[in-house]
């Protein structure tokens, strides 16, 4: 091989080689992009904090409709389901034993004023010969006495007949009050009036209004009494609850909202020693009828309003040992951490008393895959309401 041949082939091997170093070099150079990350802002706003209990609804009025006497039921007289005026005859029970003892009675009243006419008779009779000496001073006792026990005798003839005619006219029921009748307890046919058939044929509610009675327990009633207080404190406590403030609002059991606020209009005198709980009833309007005694339903109670109050989602929220933090996002795209002072809940952001300030961005989304120092590249996202599938607005 020629000394040409071989230094061709050496600087074609030197300058492939250089080539390379060169590549190696270029790619090491090249650094990765940093990952994107979803942040958030820090939202300031005014924020109400609310209480929820959950209760039970009851109609204005719910009077049970009772068979005060024994017997078969002979009639029905309404739809059930519907709604029925007072007044209204709903039902029949078989009323011949009680005429036949009103029957009785009227006899005996009968009975008892011939007895009576007869005593005054001879009463007439002899008053006059007492007069006169004619008869002794005894029999003249004697008449006015039987005078007096016949008229007593009449008295008590017409109290049994008087009781006999009420039990007759409870074998006809009407409906004490307007409002909507339930399903009847007792059909046509049935023996009704003694345990253990049916005594209360059915119940008739009134719902234009509704009740709901809740419990909240002892330590919440003197917070949530507190908080009345300092809100009333320079106004008439009584002047307002008898104004009915409606600043209640009914959560149904689908999730919605009443449309409907109402106002507190009863407190139990005392706590309920075996639950340390106090029964509180709440009354809302119901013009449309929609909602019926015995659902269930939570009261929702405005305790205050924190104004210029910062919110974040709970997600982002990262605690250890009741240590409360997030990350943060700089100016410079480099992820930081804070320490937060938390409050309350707020649906599904957190109430922060310090730590954050408005505008500030917080990792969101990846929290296991950043680290402190670390150079992102921040994605801003604005989450979804969960309840209105909505994107929350940062008040700006």
């Not at 706003?45 to 006497?69: K, M």
């Not at 008869?135 to 003839?157: E, F, M, N, P």
């Amino acid at each position: 091989m020629s000394s040409i041949t071989y230094f061709t082939k050496f600087g074609i091997w030197s300058l492939v080689l250089v080539l390379a170093l060169q590549a190696c070099k270029s790619e090491k150079q090249q650094a990765p992009p940093p990952p994107e990350i979803q942040v958030v802002k820090a939202v300031q706003t005014n924020v109400p904090i609310h209480s929820e209990f959950v209760g039970q609804v009851y109609g204005l009025y719910d009077i049970p409709i009772r068979a005060r006497v024994e017997g078969w039921l002979r009639g029905m007289y309404f739809n059930e389901g519907t709604h029925v005026r007072k007044g209204d005859y709903l039902y029949s029970i078989d009323a011949d034993t009680y005429q036949a003892q009103v029957a009785a009675q009227m006899g005996m009243v009968a009975q008892a004023e011939t007895e009576y006419v007869k005593a005054k008779s001879d009463l007439g009779r002899i008053e006059p010969l007492a007069a006169i000496n004619a008869v002794s001073q005894s029999d003249l006792d004697a008449a006015r006495a039987a005078a007096g026990a016949a008229k007593a005798y009449v008295d008590a003839a017409k109290a049994n007949l008087n009781a006999a005619q009420i039990q007759l006219s409870y074998t006809k029921v009407y409906s004490p009050i307007s409002g909507i009748i339930g399903k009847t307890k007792a059909k046509v046919g049935e023996f009704v009036g003694r345990d253990p058939n049916p005594v209360i044929l059915n119940t008739v509610s009134t719902v234009d209004t509704i009740r709901v009675q809740f419990f909240i327990p002892e330590s919440q009633y003197l917070a949530l009494a507190e908080e009345f207080i300092k809100k009333h404190r320079n106004q008439d406590v009584k002047r307002e609850f008898n104004n009915k403030q409606k600043d209640l609002e009914l959560i149904l059991s689908n999730g919605d909202v009443f449309p409907e606020k109402g106002w507190i209009d009863f407190i139990d005198r005392e706590v309920d020693p075996t639950t340390g709980s106090l029964l509180i009833q709440a009354s809302f309007p119901n013009p449309n009828r929609i909602l019926r005694p015995g659902q269930f339903a939570k009261v929702r109670a405005l305790l205050r309003e924190i104004p210029n109050a910062i919110l974040i989602p709970q997600r982002c929220v990262m605690e250890i040992q009741g240590q409360y933090s997030v990350f943060t996002v700089s100016k410079d795209n480099v992820i930081g951490s804070k320490m937060l002072s938390v409050g309350p809940t707020v649906g599904d952001k957190w109430l922060i008393y310090s730590g954050l300030e408005s505008g500030e961005q917080i990792v969101y989304e990846g929290l296991q895959s950043v680290k402190l120092g670390m150079k992102i590249n921040p994605k801003l996202i604005t989450p979804k309401d969960p309840k209105t599938d909505k994107k929350v607005s940062d008040g700006k």
